[in-house]
């Protein structure tokens, strides 16, 4: 029997030159769905003894070390990022550590799809496809946010004030892309009035 491998939902696309920003998957990292009480000491405590950061408590921020990251998505939910080469080892270590915790901690890597989305005018060509007002003041490097996007569920990532990660099921990943493609082509860029 062949061995089973990864194969992402964009391995057959690349974005072309002739976008105003670049764009492209990012299929190699891993994600761990962590539930569990806020409040509850024992398990921010055992949940930091593994990841070796706090989980952010804040709604819509994330916090990272190393390469491991912690996106806030409620108050007892995160989405922890790691390179997936490491995921099925880190999500043991997590599961030994939150054992007799009440908690939750479930691989779902292959869930999702992320894309990145670089340069000037990334925020405006998302702005296409989402009501949210990206050149606010309320979006900063590190925001996360659940949002509705070409209307469908998708989870937005700023890693920096111009490198931004969308995340979508993988059943939407190639009508998002798709949809990318258009929203992001050279001459179709949106010029908006910052004050």
Do not use: C
Request: aromatic share 8%; no cysteine.
């Amino acid at each position: 029997m062949d061995d089973l491998y990864f194969e992402s939902a964009l391995v057959h696309r690349a974005a072309p030159d002739t976008l105003s920003i670049s764009m492209r998957e990012i299929s190699e990292r891993g994600m761990i769905d962590l539930r569990g009480l806020s409040s509850d000491k024992k398990f921010m405590a055992a949940a930091k003894s593994v990841l070796g950061f706090d989980l952010p408590k804040a709604p819509r921020t994330s916090t990272s070390w190393g390469d491991l990251k912690a996106l806030w998505l409620s108050p007892d939910q995160w989405l922890i990022l790691s390179p997936r080469n490491k995921t099925t080892a880190l999500l043991a270590e997590l599961n030994a550590a939150l054992a007799k915790i009440h908690s939750l901690a479930v691989d779902v890597s292959d869930m999702r799809s992320i894309i990145r989305l670089e340069g000037d005018g990334v925020r405006e060509t998302l702005m296409k496809g989402s009501t949210l007002d990206l050149i606010g003041t309320d979006y900063k490097s590190g925001t996360v946010r659940r949002m509705r996007f070409a209307e469908i569920a998708a989870l937005l990532h700023i890693v920096e004030e111009t490198v931004i990660d969308i995340y979508v099921f993988r059943s939407y990943a190639e009508y998002t892309w798709a949809f990318l493609m258009k929203a992001a082509r050279k001459g179709a860029e949106v010029k908006l009035f910052r004050s």
